[in-house]
């Protein structure tokens, strides 16, 4: 097959197209940075450099395409990021149409059916509602991935000086969690089955507490570290002061608030609780210690 791929080299791209390209699929790689071509090409992939806000380029790029995986940038910089997600989603769902793109794989979240109260999710929410009208004859497949093991490497820090873990809501808080490498293979899988219209798939690795996820790394750094709740004003001061520019602290600080009250979980429970991905977060805390 004839895929391309968004995301350059990331967490989930660098997985994913080693995926790919062992599976003797012709790949080609979209990159805003020159600097990764040589990178991309020595997986075995085409790089494609230019912005995913150029339509022209997503157009030339996509066209001969069997299947496209797309994803918008976790930080679509510091002002208007909703706004700026949707426009990038725009500019992809555009693209498809022009160069007649038949199948998509879309990164989506957990929370993504619910158009506000999500933080940045609510992103991902008017884009998948946006292929659902304007991709009709697209066989889409909305990939909605658990909360990343890798961002709780932002927590190593706080470990280090105050010797406890933390965010805005409680240690008994379950949450989907998900390792990218697992998001490649299932996205990898869907690129290369035959799929017909749209449909949501959960990409989850693990569903557990914050409590057990504090033990599972207080456990490979030979610690007590506990899971410390913080009000909602102490979590939004606490990233300003890390550097966050404030309006994305301030949606992360909504996702926190999303996740204390259950509705971010709450479709994926009420899916049956898949969990697809073999990474469990003992597995993962010993990739954790090696930030120590």
Same mark, same amino acid.
């Given at each position: 097959m004839k895929i391309t791929v968004t995301g350059s080299l990331g967490n989930i791209g660098k997985h994913l197209v080693k995926i790919l390209v062992?599976?003797?699929?012709?790949?080609?790689?979209?990159?805003?940075?020159?600097d990764r071509k040589s990178a991309i090409e020595a997986l075995?992939?085409?790089a494609a450099i230019g912005s995913i806000t150029d339509t022209d380029f997503l157009v030339k790029t996509f066209t001969g395409a069997d299947a496209v995986f797309v994803?918008?940038?976790?930080?679509?910089?510091?002002?208007?990021?909703?706004?700026?997600?949707?426009?990038?989603?725009?500019? /992809?769902?555009?693209?498809?149409?022009?160069?007649?793109?038949?199948?998509?794989?879309?990164?989506?979240?957990?929370?993504?059916? /619910?158009?506000?109260?999500?933080?940045?999710?609510a992103g991902l /929410?008017?884009?998948?509602?946006?292929?659902?009208?304007?991709?009709?004859?697209?066989?889409?497949?909305?990939?909605?991935?658990?909360?990343?093991?890798?961002?709780f490497y932002n927590d190593v820090p706080l470990i280090k000086g105050m010797g406890i873990i933390g965010s805005n /809501?409680?240690?008994?808080?379950?949450?989907?969690?998900?390792?990218?490498?697992?998001?490649?293979?299932a996205v990898a899988e869907e690129l290369q089955t035959s799929t017909t219209g749209h449909q949501v798939r959960y990409v989850v690795s693990d569903y557990v507490s914050l409590a057990?996820?504090?033990?599972?790394?207080g456990d490979v750094l030979g610690k007590q570290l506990p899971w410390v709740e913080f009000t909602d004003e102490q979590s939004l001061q606490g990233m300003q002061q890390a550097g966050l520019p404030?309006?994305?602290a301030q949606l992360y600080t909504e996702m926190g608030t999303a996740i204390r009250e259950g509705k971010?979980?709450?479709?994926?429970?009420?899916?049956?609780?898949?969990?697809?991905?073999?990474?469990k977060i003992q597995s993962f805390a010993k990739e954790f210690a090696g930030a120590f």
């Open positions: 062992a599976n003797t699929n012709e790949v080609t790689v979209i990159s805003s940075n020159e075995g992939a085409q994803m918008t940038p976790p930080n679509m910089g510091g002002q208007n990021i909703i706004e700026n997600t949707v426009s990038a989603g725009k500019s /992809y769902a555009e693209a498809i149409t022009k160069a007649g793109v038949p199948k998509v794989v879309m990164l989506s979240s957990i929370g993504a059916e /619910y158009e506000n109260g999500t933080g940045p999710i /929410y008017h884009i998948e509602n946006l292929y659902r009208s304007l991709l009709q004859n697209v066989n889409v497949s909305f990939m909605r991935a658990g909360y990343f093991y890798t961002n /809501y409680p240690a008994d808080t379950k949450i989907p969690l998900v390792h990218p490498q697992n998001i490649a293979e057990e996820v504090a033990k599972a790394f404030t309006e994305m971010l979980q709450k479709d994926f429970e009420a899916s049956g609780i898949p969990q697809i991905g073999s990474i």
